[in-house]
């Protein structure tokens, strides 16, 4: 006998931490007895916990890995304490209760709210269940305003401390912004040499020829956890970050971004009339004299009317060894060349790696003719004779279903007519019942696989259409390296992998 999987979600904000029956172990022992006294045999409850997570959003890990099981069709029943566990924003919730969890044939219990889909197959549940979702979706709103109007209360006064400092400062006692006198050196360093006339390439040389680590290499180095593999160089972006940096001037800046809406991570750039500054808040580093030499030369380029040149693989080629996207540089013969540290490092291996722009063009416009033709005269009957096959099958389970159901009335017009007993039409009834669940099971499986043979079908047509035109060209185009083409990887024995956007255009490595 198959086990009835009941899944229990479970999900605690930072704020629902203040309120002890909103407890992840509150929350378990409520939802594992309500589901253990279920009058259903050979259940098995698997737990998905999300702790610390909103619920404005469905950014969460647990609650993907219950929705990737539900579309696995590995889940029978979800249990929530209530539709806020679950989810704050009204839309996405319904849409899984009332669009999703029905179509793979998934249960939805919300405990506190006494809602259970069985008792509402056919309708949403009515108004009071979607009074419930709004409530909840406005309480987040609510909540997300006063906390914001908060912080920009502290923002505004100045008593907003952020967590976050910039190179040069670090955190001091209560939370202060401090001036760190390992590093501080390295940022007057940097000002210096600008306003002395170097350019950006010389101050990160001589960053380097001195040996001083990246800022997030001295995270690290402090006991901070960053991916620094990509990070052993300064980058350029972030030295001129740090020269239009007001904090190195004493003044404090906050309120430089903000999210989209409520329950979105998307950032957005305030205008920076819209920043909250306060002079004079922590200890300088650098002296206005000295800032104000540095902008006096950072004079900001205006980029409107300027011609940007299109080739085929502009932002696609990138380094094997180091992942930085590789530098064209437009000589007589174009080529592609990784300057990462090919001004700094010589015992780097992508150190002055390079392959010129017309040799990649044509190993990869080979690789793709070759994987066109081989498409292009590849037979898809296979793929039409399976959904076939499906459809045929899926008429023959409907029309068994149908008679399973038939006899099922049958059955209870005999018990009408006393023809049986009571005791007799239960056992025979529970007889037709499973056999109806399992050809439902069947009939959805079919259904389901006979959308995925169409899909795939659908799909072989558009790639072989695409194959078609790869085949009319004769080298590569910029249209077909859009559509075709993610990534190239080039590495230091001029080896070449390529990544494609459509995927039966499937990984191939090459060597030149």
């Not at 003719?369 to 899926?394: P, W």
């Amino acid at each position: 006998m198959l086990k009835y999987v009941i899944a229990i979600y479970l999900r605690l904000s930072i704020d629902d931490k203040k309120v002890e029956s909103m407890s992840i172990e509150s929350q378990r022992q409520l939802l594992r007895k309500f589901a253990a006294d279920l009058p259903i045999d050979n259940i098995e409850i698997v737990e998905y916990v999300d702790n610390g997570y909103s619920g404005t959003n469905f950014e969460r890990p647990a609650v993907q890995e219950l929705l990737d099981d539900v579309r696995a069709m590995k889940i029978n029943c979800i249990i929530v304490k209530d539709f806020s566990r679950f989810g704050r924003n009204s839309i996405e919730v319904g849409y899984f209760t009332q669009q999703v969890f029905p179509l793979f044939n998934v249960r939805f219990i919300s405990v506190s709210d006494g809602y259970d889909s069985d008792d509402h197959k056919g309708d949403t549940g009515g108004m009071e269940v979607a009074f419930k979702y709004l409530v909840n979706e406005y309480y987040s709103r609510d909540l997300s305003v006063k906390v914001k109007s908060a912080k920009h209360l502290k923002m505004k006064s100045g008593e907003m401390k952020s967590g976050i400092y910039c190179y040069g400062y670090m955190r001091g006692e209560n939370g202060e912004m401090v001036v760190d006198h390992n590093v501080a050196e390295n940022v007057v360093l940097i000002f210096k040499m600008y306003s002395e006339g170097y350019s950006i390439s010389a101050i990160i040389k001589e960053l380097a020829d001195r040996q001083i680590l990246t800022p997030n290499q001295y995270k690290v180095q402090n006991g901070k956890k960053y991916d620094v593999s990509n990070c052993k160089r300064w980058h350029r972006s972030k030295i001129l970050r740090m020269l239009d940096d007001e904090q190195y001037l004493g003044t404090f800046v906050m309120g430089k971004s903000t999210v989209v809406d409520v329950g979105c991570t998307q950032m957005i750039r305030k205008d920076e009339s819209e920043w909250y500054k306060h002079p004079n808040h922590h200890e300088a580093i650098i002296s206005q004299e000295l800032f104000d030499k540095v902008q006096a030369r950072r004079v900001k380029k205006d980029y409107k009317g300027r011609v940007y040149h299109q080739y085929p693989l502009k932002g696609k080629v990138v380094c094997g060894h180091c992942g930085h996207t590789l530098h064209r540089f437009d000589h007589l013969k174009p080529i592609y060349k990784c300057d990462y540290f090919s001004k700094y490092d010589k015992t780097e291996p992508c150190y002055d790696l390079g392959i010129l722009e017309e040799e990649l063009h044509t190993v990869i416009y080979d690789i793709i003719s070759k994987q066109a033709e081989v498409i292009f005269n590849t037979s898809s009957i296979g793929t039409v004779s399976a959904s076939t096959l499906q459809a045929e099958q899926q008429i023959e389970i409907q029309a068994q279903l149908d008679t399973y159901k038939r006899e099922k009335q049958n059955l209870y017009e005999k018990l009408m007519g006393k023809e049986i007993t009571t005791v007799e039409y239960q056992v025979m009834k529970k007889a037709f019942d499973e056999k109806i669940a399992y050809a439902q099971q069947q009939l959805e499986r079919c259904c389901k696989q006979i959308e995925e043979n169409t899909l795939a079908a659908k799909t072989n047509s558009e790639v072989k259409k695409l194959a078609k035109e790869v085949l009319k060209e004769n080298t590569l185009s910029q249209s077909l390296a859009d559509r075709l083409i993610d990534k190239v990887y080039v590495y230091p024995n001029k080896r070449i992998e390529i990544v494609w956007k459509v995927q039966d255009f499937c990984t191939v490595q090459a060597a030149i």
